[in-house]
Nanobody, 124 residues
Framework: QVQLVESGGGLVQAGGSLRLSCAASGFGTYTMGWFRQAPGKDRNFVAA????????YYADSLKGRFTISRDNAKNTVYLQMNSLKPEDTAVYYC???????????????????WGQGTQVTVSS
């Protein structure tokens, strides 16, 4: 069983930065992902990173502004968010999946474990 706890959310002005953290218990060779959900909208893929960090995945619209990383010694995955925009406002969720052949980390249905989410609000 994996438990995920996100932190680092908050209120920031447009153009600012935030770094989200996701602390995991029972950390294993999981691929970790970040998703976000704005009010009244679907949960959307943000980024994912393999256990070795050799593979990273990003939503096309977020490439260049968001960076995912992980520190396996600390059982933590990070999401660095720069040049934030009001449309980045959402609840951000961390998720974990034990990889298998042909899995696709961009799809939320693939994930086995989820955190409770952390609110990010970007003011204009």
């Amino acid at each position: 069983q994996v438990q995920l706890v996100e932190s680092g959310g908050g209120l920031v002005q447009a153009g600012g930065s935030l770094r989200l953290s996701c602390a995991a218990s029972g950390f294993g060779t999981y691929t970790m992902g970040w998703f976000r959900q704005a009010p009244g909208k679907d949960r959307n893929f943000v980024a994912a990173i393999s256990w070795s960090a050799s593979n990273t995945y990003y939503a096309d619209s977020l490439k260049g502004r968001f960076t995912i990383s992980r520190d396996n010694a600390k059982n933590t995955v990070y999401l660095q968010m720069n040049s934030l925009k009001p449309e980045d406002t959402a609840v951000y969720y961390c998720a974990a999946i034990l990889p298998y052949d042909d899995y696709d980390p961009r799809f939320s249905d693939e994930y086995d474990y989820w955190g409770q989410g952390t609110q990010v609000t970007v003011s204009s």
